[in-house]
């Protein structure tokens, strides 16, 4: 597609149960990102993918956070367990090489845990 | 360990006016890249300029102006003649060193320009 799209858009859970948060990165784009937004918050990384490499999963805040990605192109993002400390807003990103293009940023899934 | 500073929570300016968004930022790296983004209320953010550590050249794009010093470690953003339409979360970010390409972000400054 034109840009990163990420699915759902929204999402309200209670707490205690497993979401799953899906990204879509642009044709082509070899890294992939995701990114916390908590409220009055800059962006906290969470994983990086690059190619085939291993991804760079230093900043998930937990062993409930884990993600993958499929085939070098969709990532699912999984918590389980949510707790409300984890209503942020998850960002996904996506580059043709890295830094050298800048990232491509898509809207958002708000997740609210209740 | 790398930081960014944005120590502007919010600013308010009537259009028109001219506005800086500063942006202070602290690494050991000797190589590095600093970043702005945009993030309008749609939520998406929209990026704006990238500078390697190398260039200090300040760079003009229309009304967007970025001054990059090394010396105060600092890449201040300069809109001129500001719009409604440039009310939005700007943010200031890092690159971290090595080859992971992780972004290090400041919490943002939030823009409101009124008419």
């Known amino acids: 597609g034109a840009g990163v799209s990420q699915s759902p858009s929204n999402k309200v859970t209670e707490k205690g149960k497993d979401v799953e948060l899906r990204c879509d990165p642009i044709?082509?784009?070899?890294?992939l990102y995701w990114y916390r937004q908590s409220l009055g918050q800059g962006l906290e990384f969470l994983i990086y993918?690059?190619?085939?490499?291993?991804?760079?999963k230093s900043g998930l805040p937990s062993d409930r956070f884990s993600a993958e990605r499929t085939g070098g192109s969709v990532s699912t993002l999984t918590i389980q367990r949510t707790q409300q400390e984890d209503s942020a807003v998850y960002l996904c990103?996506?580059?043709?090489?890295?830094?050298?293009?800048?990232?491509?940023f898509g809207s958002g899934t708000r997740l609210t845990v209740v | 360990a790398q930081k960014v500073t944005q120590a502007q929570t919010e600013i308010s300016v009537v259009e028109k006016e001219d506005v800086t968004l500063d942006c202070v930022y602290e690494?050991?790296?000797?190589?590095?890249?600093l970043f702005w983004y945009k993030q309008p209320p749609s939520g998406e953010l929209v990026f704006l300029i990238r500078r390697n550590s190398f260039d200090e050249q300040n760079e003009i794009s229309g009304r967007y102006s970025w001054n990059f010093q090394k010396s105060t470690s600092s890449f201040n953003f300069t809109i001129t003649a500001s719009q409604v339409v440039d009310s939005a979360v700007y943010f200031c970010a890092l690159s971290e060193g090595g080859n992971t390409d992780k972004l290090i972000f400041g919490t943002g400054t939030r823009l409101q320009v009124f008419p």
């Open positions: 690494t050991r790296d000797t190589t590095y890249y």
């Open positions: 044709s082509g784009h070899t890294a």
């Open positions: 993918f690059q190619g085939n490499s291993a991804p760079d």
């Open positions: 990103a996506s580059s043709l090489r890295g830094l050298d293009y800048g990232y491509t």
